[in-house]
């Protein structure tokens, strides 16, 4: 099993920035995809960003790209999602989710994390 540990979230002004953590235990991710979701009050849950097992493949919502950066330390086992020129609309809690796949894109994901919470006051 592997459970999954979101931090990093917070209140930021728009325009600022934050780096959001996931940390896993219980075995390593070395060899999962491992997927950043957000949900925004009464919104479903959405895709954010992917990245594939090695760091060699990653995927953005268009919401995102160009602003967002995910990346991995698999000897850390902690995956990062930094967040740059945040906007109001990026309001949500944050979660990450590892795939037992090492490419994933939208999923499945089969591990995930409580989330953290990030929002971008105007």
């Known amino acids: 099993q592997v459970q999954l540990v979101e931090s990093g979230g917070g209140l930021v002004q728009a325009g600022g920035s934050l780096r959001l953590s996931c940390a896993a235990s219980?075995?390593?991710?070395?060899?999962?995809?491992v997927g950043w979701f957000r949900q925004a009050p009464g919104k479903e849950r959405e895709f954010v960003a992917t990245?594939?097992?090695?760091?060699?493949?990653?995927r953005y919502a268009d919401s995102v790209k160009d602003r967002f950066t995910i990346s991995r330390d698999n000897a850390k086992n902690t995956v990062y999602l930094q967040m740059n020129s945040l906007k109001p609309e990026d309001t949500a809690v944050y979660y990450c989710?590892?795939?037992?796949?090492?490419?994933?894109?939208?999923?499945?994901?089969?591990?995930w994390g409580q989330g953290t919470q990030v929002t971008v006051s105007s």
């Open positions: 990245i594939s097992w090695s760091g060699g493949s990653t």
């Open positions: 219980g075995r390593t991710i070395s060899n999962c995809a």
């Open positions: 989710a590892a795939s037992n796949r090492r490419v994933a894109g939208l999923g499945p994901y089969d591990y």
